[in-house]
């Protein structure tokens, strides 16, 4: 108990200091998103973004220290490894999720849920896609570590780049906060997406937990989750006009990636240039050399039939009102 006392002093003590030395910058352009459920492939795609040059993203190294990476700068070696659900390489430098700051922050995340499995039923209070505002006072440290993400850049007029599959289930407050942010979001095969999700959360639970995580609690979980996903889906593209809001497929993200990142881009209205061209496009090739396992178990998932048909259809109409035009092959 002592141990933890300590701990949280000496958190609180350096986000102070950090606070005295890093001042957050407001952000002068409206963030981007990436959304789209855990599993649908939005690490890809904020890769491939990022590489472009055109934004400002939380690194890794900055997300897993938010009290204090500003304090201690850059690690001066960009380690690597691969998560506990794939293969996948995260080093310290890669575009990351801010939800791991805004867990260590203390603020109301899922992933809590990975430190204590017994809390998933809980948390999924979480996935309500019905509220229209956050406690944005709450929220204040999240948005400070955005600001210093974008001051220790040196970039305050850069526009940042989000992407946390649990901005999904915060995009109608979030999109109120940030009336012009441009968002995509990514589709993939609602079995694949389920069937991996499984996968991916015992992974953490075993990796990160005080327990295991019960089967049928993370059904119940996931069976809402997908759900939440379709009605904040069908939301956006009945709300959001082209030009903001931009729907793609996996498929063909694997398939064309350069010309699906150039595509969003020009669909957002920003600058494609040769250098961001060979920049993606060596992102591309290093993702194909480390693709991670394939979602390929068989297992019983016709339990969330209803679910799975409500993100398709979510997913069809999404795509014939907000789609990505297919790049040529």
């Known amino acids: 108990m002592l141990w933890y006392r300590w701990s949280q002093w000496f958190f609180n003590y350096q986000l102070k200091m950090q606070r005295g030395l890093l001042k957050p910058q407001p952000l002068q352009i409206d963030p981007a998103f990436v959304l789209g459920p855990w599993r649908s492939g939005t690490t890809y795609l904020h890769e491939l973004l990022s590489a472009s040059s055109a934004f400002t993203c939380p690194r890794t190294w900055q997300c897993m220290a938010p009290a204090s990476f500003g304090i201690t700068g850059a690690p001066r070696i960009n380690r690597s490894q691969s998560r506990p659900m794939d293969s996948f390489v995260v080093s310290a430098d890669s575009p990351q999720e801010d939800e791991l700051a805004l867990l260590q922050l203390g603020l109301p995340s899922l992933y809590r849920a990975w430190l204590d499995p017994s809390r998933i039923g809980e948390l999924s209070g979480l996935l309500d896609s019905e509220s229209e505002a956050l406690d944005w006072a709450a929220y204040q440290p999240w948005l400070d570590f955005l600001g210093q993400v974008a001051a220790l850049d040196g970039a305050g007029s850069k526009q940042l780049l989000l992407k946390s ?120 090739q290093c993702h194909v050399a480390r693709q991670g396992q394939s979602d390929t178990e068989v297992s019983d998932i016709t339990w969330a039939d209803t679910a799975m048909e409500a993100l398709r259809n979510a997913q069809q109409r999404s795509l014939l009102s907000h789609g990505l035009e297919r790049p040529p092959s």
């Open 165 to 284: 599959p649990n901005h999904t289930f915060r995009a109608v407050a979030l999109l109120n906060r940030f009336q012009r942010s441009p968002c995509v979001w990514i589709h993939r095969s609602p079995e694949q997406i389920l069937r991996s999700n499984q996968r991916m959360w015992h992974a953490m639970c075993r990796h990160y937990g005080l327990a295991l995580l019960r089967d049928a609690d993370l059904d119940q979980f996931l069976l809402k989750a997908l759900q939440r996903s379709a009605d904040v889906l069908n939301r956006l593209s009945s709300t959001l006009p082209r030009d903001r809001f931009v729907v793609l497929e996996l498929r063909a993200l694997r398939q064309s990636p350069v010309e699906c990142t150039r595509a969003i881009m020009q669909r957002w209205g920003r600058e494609w240039t040769p250098a961001a061209e060979q920049a993606v496009s060596l992102v591309a």
